[in-house]
């Protein structure tokens, strides 16, 4: 169910639109398939149905919706190529970062990432997924930002909504779970140890073994 919009702050009604649409259709509470009605949804979120329109056209141009002709708009689920896509793009550009993270991290956010492994094994022993999955997201905000480069931390979190939800299904495996773990706590010991080759090399790695998990279990990358 979509929510009625707060139309109190600053932000376009398209944009505050398309925020809630996006974050439904990630979320999995827009499910792939589910047809969207612009005339429903613009009653759902109490507006007109212009910014509607033009929220449906960025979510179109972003690859989450699409126009079946004769039918209507439909939520499109990702296949196979789109998550190796947008995985590829990960590695590309957390790789990157993690370069320049070895050079600047400061030795304050060393010992936050060390302590934050600790909770990560905390809570991956108790199969915490969803606090196991915030801790993550914590720690590669800290290796990020680290990095000290504004647009290239900007492009990187572009694309934190998909990663949340992809981690969200690859962290439920408890064997995966421990391996990623491990990936972590070798990545923070290689950026603490300056070691700028061997740190990209493991982000890659990590990255192609959580891609590697998601399309296993959604069984070779049929449409969710």
Known sequence: MLQVLDLSGLKPIRELVYDELRGAILSGDLKAGERLVESEVASQMKVSRTPVREALRMLEMEGLIEYVPRKGIFIRGFTREDIVE??????????????????????????????????????????????????????????????????????????????????????????????????????????????????????????????????????GGDRE
């Not at 022993?125 to 290796?143: F, K, S, Y």
């Open 86 to 219: 947008i995985y590829s793009i990960r590695s590309a550009l957390e790789s990157a970062a993690v370069t320049f993270s070895v050079s600047n991290i400061s030795p304050e956010e060393v010992s936050a990432l060390r302590d934050l492994l600790l909770e990560m094994q905390d809570l991956t022993e108790r199969a915490d997924v969803p606090g196991l999955c915030h801790a993550t997201q914590r720690l590669n905000d800290i290796l990020v930002q680290s990095c000290r480069m504004p647009r290239l931390i900007n492009l990187i979190s572009t694309y934190q909504d998909y990663l949340a939800r992809f981690r969200s299904v690859t962290l439920a495996s408890g064997e995966r779970r421990f391996a990623a773990l491990r990936d972590h706590e070798a990545i923070v010991e290689a950026v603490a140890e300056k070691d700028a080759e061997k740190a990209q090399e493991l982000v890659k790695r990590h990255l192609q073994a959580a891609l590697e998990e998601y399309l296993r279990v959604l069984g």
